[in-house]
């Protein structure tokens, strides 16, 4: 069955620190990937994602990711936080097999220390 | 404005009693979904619907009902709670499923308490 894992469950940075949210995929084949950041007491927003095309993938709020087919990998990353990115993150994953689904990992809660 | 709206925002209820929460897009989307999020498990699917009167099964469907009459509207029917259902419950849809899986839009969630 397709999953998607997300290793770091909660991450404490300094403001100013390079931030990677580590995100693996098990699914072989066509793959839709995105990530949501779900900040305190509000809805979950889409902050990129990827269909195709260049695996560097910019998305809102100076965030970016990069698929690694490889690796089955779809890692967030932004150069330098702000105390603002404090916030639940989300990888999630959709496959051409079953178009209709949608699979989200467990997230990842970041910290930042102003 | 494009949105999808829930309610109600919040819920306690008590084991057994029927509860109905309703989840409306206003966006003429065809595809729309429940989503439970507990700690620790991240979103899990619970139904979807892929345009009116079609529904199906996600990951989690034990204990939920759900219909789709109309295209905007898909509300999440609960017949007898419990208490493992207490979760924060959000709604989502999207334009649709298959022509390169278009962005998910959320709703504001709900939060339901069982005792």
């Known amino acids: 069955a397709q999953s998607v894992s997300q290793h770091n469950h909660h991450v404490i940075l300094s403001e100013a620190a390079s931030l990677e949210l580590g995100c693996n995929y098990s699914?072989?084949?066509?793959?839709?990937l995105f990530w949501y950041v779900q900040y305190p007491g509000q809805h979950l927003q889409l902050l990129l994602k990827?269909?195709?095309?260049?695996?560097l993938v910019k998305g809102i709020k100076g965030f970016e990711a990069e698929f690694i087919k490889s690796k089955f990998s779809f890692n967030l990353r932004k150069p330098s936080v702000q105390w603002s990115d404090t916030a639940e993150y989300f990888c999630?994953?959709?496959?051409?097999?079953?178009?209709?689904?949608?699979?989200f990992g467990s997230g990842t809660r970041l910290s930042i220390r102003p | 404005e494009a949105q999808v709206t829930q309610n109600p925002r919040y819920l306690i209820t008590v084991t057994g009693k029927k509860l109905t929460v309703t989840c409306s897009q206003n966006?003429?989307?065809?595809?729309m979904s429940w989503y439970r999020q507990d700690p620790g498990l991240g979103l899990r699917q619970i139904y979807y619907?892929?345009?009116?009167?079609?529904?199906d099964k996600g990951d989690v469907p034990e204990g939920y009902k759900v219909s789709r009459k109309e295209k905007r509207n898909f509300p999440l029917i609960l017949e007898s709670p419990s208490p493992n259902q207490t979760s924060l419950y959000f709604c989502?849809?999207?334009?649709?499923?298959?022509?390169?899986?278009?962005?998910?839009?959320f709703g504001p969630g709900t939060r339901l308490l069982v005792l």
């Open positions: 966006m003429n989307h065809e595809y």
């Open positions: 990827y269909f195709s095309g260049d695996p």
């Open positions: 999630a994953v959709t496959v051409y097999s079953s178009a209709s689904k949608i699979i």
């Open positions: 989502a849809s999207s334009l649709s499923p298959t022509s390169g899986w278009e962005t998910q839009y």
């Open positions: 699914y072989g084949g066509t793959v839709n």
């Open positions: 619907s892929m345009n009116v009167e079609v529904t």
